[in-house]
């Protein structure tokens, strides 16, 4: 090889090293540059939600007990039965109750025969008082014609002295017999109030032993049965509980706890969606039909009890299964949204940045505020010329997935920072950021 051909060979040799160091360095730098995965802001339908957890009951449901203690002689249904209004569905026994109504009985006819008694005795006095009164108009008459006689001197004055005391001494008979007859009356009177207290005891005692007789209220169908034949039953402060009646299973509700921060967005009539374990897959529809205003506290959270009712014509869904809910609170036509993970993005920051504001980022359209989805300001960023401008934004309603946005600076199509690429992330530039879904 000829010298002229050494040089131009090194030469090449040199080029060649030198390209690949720069290329090198290139690569290093963009290698040690972060990657940003981008997502297009879009333009529609947006529907806002509160979620929950609930569980299913009927809409009507009676707990039967007994008003009497006993032994359960029979028990007439069991669980799924279909029972109507007034159905006998137990029995205690009545062989107690039967001997007190017999009692109480015989204790109303004594009262009634003491009432005849006394009856028969008001009659007696009031023919005394007849026989007196006789004997005291004779004495009158006797007394009358015996001051006429010694008037004449045809009589001495012991005759008439005698007459008067005789007349005068019928006179407070008289007064004794009234009184006999008002004695007699008062007792008759006592004995009939003894008669109405002993019928109503009688009243008493006949209802009891009807209540031995465990009727349904309701129509419809036994979804508990917690006692046995043979089984005791006391009733005291409270009655226990026999069975449990659903009037009608082809509607049924659900029980649900929304927190007082969601509380206000919840409205009678509003429309709500359920899903149980049961039957994965498959979603119930139903709407909010009473918010109770009594608060429950557990462990120091504050919740309310929202009632939503459901059809199930099927009869699938059953009492006390879990239902995760979803009340729909707002729908918004035609609104800019977008991802959470736009609204949760943090621009990366190196060793030496982390104490200093972050290196290429530059603000536009004014001050931005801090905040993520549910606030009432927040920033979202986008890429220009491999820098991220930040872009205040006024936040709206959210399902958890995508947020209603309004910005003079933001359009249909704009594409947003939604995080941050590793160099071996093959993947293409998604919508959907990361983050649980919330509601």
Do not use: C
């Not at 007696?124 to 004997?135: G, H, I, K, M, P």
């Not at 109030?193 to 005692?205: D, F, I, P, T, W």
């Not at 801090?370 to 936040?395: C, D, I, M, N, T």
């Amino acid at each position: 090889m000829s010298w002229y051909k050494k040089k131009w060979f090194w030469l090449f040799l040199v080029v060649i090293l030198l390209a690949a160091g720069t290329g090198s360095a290139l690569w290093l730098k963009k290698a040690d540059s972060p990657q940003f995965r981008t997502a297009k802001i879009e333009r529609g339908t947006l529907t806002a939600a509160v979620a929950a957890s609930g569980t299913l009951a009927p809409v009507i449901s009676v707990q039967v007990g007994s008003q009497v203690s006993g032994q359960l002689k029979e028990v007439l249904v069991d669980f799924n039965s279909i029972v109507k209004k007034g159905d006998l569905i137990a029995r205690i026994d009545p062989e107690t109750f039967e001997y007190k109504v017999r009692q109480a009985q015989a204790d109303v006819d004594a009262a009634r025969a003491q009432v005849l008694t006394q009856q028969a005795t008001i009659a007696a006095q009031r023919a005394a008082l007849s026989q007196v009164q006789v004997s005291l108009v004779d004495a009158r008459r006797d007394f009358e014609r015996k001051e006429l006689l010694q008037a004449k001197n045809f009589i001495s004055g012991a005759d008439v002295d005698k007459a008067r005391a005789t007349a005068n001494a019928l006179v407070e008979q008289v007064k004794a017999a009234q009184a006999q007859v008002e004695v007699a009356i008062a007792n008759a009177g006592n004995v009939a109030a003894v008669v109405k207290q002993r019928e109503a005891s009688l009243a008493q005692a006949r209802a009891e032993l009807e209540r031995t007789a465990i009727r349904s209220p309701i129509s419809g169908i036994v979804i508990k049965r917690s006692v046995d034949k043979g089984q005791t039953v006391a009733a005291s402060l409270q009655a226990p509980e026999l069975f449990i009646i659903a009037e009608n299973l082809t509607e049924m509700r659900v029980d649900t706890a929304i927190d007082e921060s969601e509380i206000g967005k919840i409205k009678i009539g509003q429309p709500a969606t359920f899903t149980v374990d049961a039957f994965p897959g498959k979603t119930f529809e139903g709407k909010v039909q009473q918010v109770r205003k009594s608060a429950l506290t557990v462990s120091n959270v504050v919740t309310y009890l929202v009632e939503v009712t459901a059809p199930n014509p099927a009869l699938l869904l059953l009492p006390g299964m879990t239902a995760n809910v979803r009340v729909v609170t707002d729908v918004r036509e035609g609104v800019l949204k977008v991802p959470n993970s736009a609204l949760r993005f943090r621009p990366p920051q190196s060793d030496k940045d982390k104490n200093s504001s972050t290196t290429g980022e530059r603000q536009q359209g004014g001050k931005g505020g801090k905040g993520g989805p549910g606030s009432a300001s927040a920033r979202v960023y986008r890429l220009e010329a491999g820098q991220l401008v930040k872009l205040p934004v006024k936040l709206g309603a959210t399902d958890g997935l995508m947020t209603e946005v309004e910005s003079s600076d933001l359009q249909e199509g704009t594409e947003v920072v939604v995080g941050t690429a590793d160099a071996g992330d093959k993947r293409k530039p998604s919508a959907m950021g990361g983050g649980p879904r919330m509601f």
